[in-house]
């Protein structure tokens, strides 16, 4: 199965609601406006920032660790991949802000999605495969993904609700 991303938006709770693991673990179960994006989180992160663990902020939202703030109360607790990362309501929107150029920069991103370079960086999934192997609408799913991410992100933004990026 892989390691998997899930991005999940949320009204802000209150600064006491959730200040420890117990509370932040139903929290997140129970919220409903969530977007999958199975294997395609590292793989986003790549296109967006051109690196494989960092990037400049707020792009790097999907795997960068400094930027946002990690989840209360879940240092040290095992989350399968790594602890959750919440995003602000104000983090939040300067995300959907910074997706605006995806649509006039496509050939850049286009030149980041060579199989062969993400293979030997090892970007998850850890593709192995020539460029003449790997499907001919690898971009265009890449696109596609990126423009669902995009949308769900605004929506986000639109309400004034918090990020919470999950590997798991």
Known sequence: MGILCEVVAAAPPSANTLSTFHDFAPWLA???QRHRLDTWGMFLHYLLTGSDRGGSPPLSF?????WGKVAPGVDGMDWSYDAPMVY???KTAEIASAFRWI?????RMKERCDIERMSRRQ??????????????????DALEA??????????????????VVHYY
């Not at 999907?62 to 400094?66: S, V």
């Open 103 to 107: 649509g006039r920069d496509k050939a």
């Open 146 to 163: 990126l423009d669902a991410l995009r949308s769900f992100v605004t929506e986000a933004a639109s309400r004034s609700d918090v990020l």
């Open 30 to 32: 129970s919220q409903t």
């Open 62 to 66: 999907l795997y960068e660790r400094g």
């Open 88 to 90: 602000s309501a104000e």
């Open 123 to 140: 970007i998850y999934p850890f593709i192995d495969w020539t460029a003449e192997q790997a499907s001919p609408r690898l971009f265009e």
